[in-house]
């Protein structure tokens, strides 16, 4: 018996390939590297991942046929190919990323949303590389701040693989689960996804090359945190907190998450955010509602840099709300306030480089 390649294509045409329900000629999945020597042939077949799930079971479907079709002496060999290349193992993601920085606070409503964007305008003013990730998978606020609610993140072919590229604002790279949901629905989701979709926004994004990469975490402890542990290298956390007793008792609680033995991510420092109320007509004015330097005592309690104090300024809540933070605008109260806290935070995390060892991914055993 002579083979000849319309043999096998029209063997393999009878198998249909269940990812888009079309036969692997219809589908292009056959590699223009078919070879026959007598009754030897070899060729690839292509799939869009090496995760893909009908790999194994298409692969012996096209044997079959070419055995049914055929002939069942004809010796097969069949490799794979993939369209995109799989996502890198954890601890060798975001390569180009120098500082990964956690904004985190110990409860919700003391502005750490606000403190995370503005920080991230405030060094990419500074000349800095920026990305600032959404971490609040339930209540996503970055899109609003940035007055980027309709943006849509496409994807970008990389290196073999397929990326979301994040939307690009006051030239600061940026990507939230706001951006892929519906704004007025609650994302009722169970914890797995939750973390499932942090992930990718993580390893599936063109983030490039970055000095400071801002993670916005969501209040309190949680199933995200512990995502992100586990999935980056974080190399200190920003704690934010007002002066009133209850925020700092949840404070101490955050700073005990990243100090913990088994996390030993280093604390860089506290931001006292609406430490005083100023107004507006009356600006050397200070009027102390949260309570006053609590922040301050927290960060000599616990020995650790009180890297800012943030005043209360009605124009902080109307620019966030209008998509143009504080930090835009150096020249005002709030925008110099930032402008500080970012160069505060630069020199802690060049500190801590220098004289600090870099942090370990957490890894989670069972016991």
């Keep these: 018996m002579t083979l000849y390649p319309k ?19 219809e589908a292009e999945m056959v590699a223009d590297n078919l070879r026959i020597d007598g009754m030897k042939v070899s060729f690839s077949l292509i799939f869009p991942r090496e995760t ?32 995109s290349k799989p996502r890198p ?65 496409y994807a970008v072919k990389k290196d073999g693989r397929d990326l979301i590229e994040p939307i690009e604002k006051y030239g600061i790279k940026l990507l939230s689960i706001g951006f892929f949901v519906n704004p007025d629905t609650a994302t009722l989701w169970r914890g797995g996804m939750a973390s499932n979709a942090l992930k990718q926004l ?20 949680s199933d995200i945190h512990l995502t992100l542990l586990q999935t980056l290298a974080i190399t200190g956390a920003v704690i934010v907190s007002t002066p009133q007793n209850v925020a700092l008792a949840d404070a101490r609680k955050g700073i005990d998450m990243y100090q913990n033995d088994k996390v030993g991510v280093p604390i860089l420092g506290l931001v006292e955010n609406m430490a005083w109320f100023t107004p507006a007509e009356l600006p050397e004015n200070k009027y102390y509602i949260f309570g006053r330097e609590g922040c301050k005592n927290l960060a000599k309690e616990m020995n650790v840099p009180l890297l800012a104090q943030i005043p209360l300024v009605q124009s902080i809540c109307e620019n966030g709300d209008n998509g143009t933070p504080a930090a835009t605008d150096s020249s005002s109260i709030t925008g110099l306030a930032f402008i500080n806290l970012a160069q505060a935070v630069v020199t802690v995390v060049n500190r801590r480089n220098k004289e600090q060892a870099p942090t370990k991914i957490v890894k989670v055993t069972k016991e």
């Design 89 to 153: 193992e954890v601890g060798k993601l975001l390569p180009e990323v120098k500082n990964v920085i956690a904004v985190s606070s110990g409860k919700g409503g003391v502005g750490k949303s606000t403190v995370a964007a503005n920080l991230a305008i405030a060094l990419a003013r500074l000349g800095y590389k920026v990305g600032l990730l959404d971490c609040d998978v339930f209540g996503p606020s970055v899109p609003k701040m940035f007055h980027v609610e309709d943006a849509r993140p």
């Design 7 to 25: 043999l096998i294509m029209d063997a393999l045409a009878t198998v249909t390939y269940p990812g888009n329900k079309k036969n692997l000629v």
């Design 202 to 221: 993580i390893a599936d994004a063109d983030w490039g090359d970055l000095d400071y990469f801002i993670l916005d975490t969501p209040p309190g402890t």
């Design 52 to 83: 893909d799930p009908f790999l194994k079971s298409t692969v012996k479907a096209a044997e079959a046929a070419i055995h049914y079709h055929v002939s069942k002496d004809v010796e097969v060999t069949i490799t794979t190919e993939f369209l």
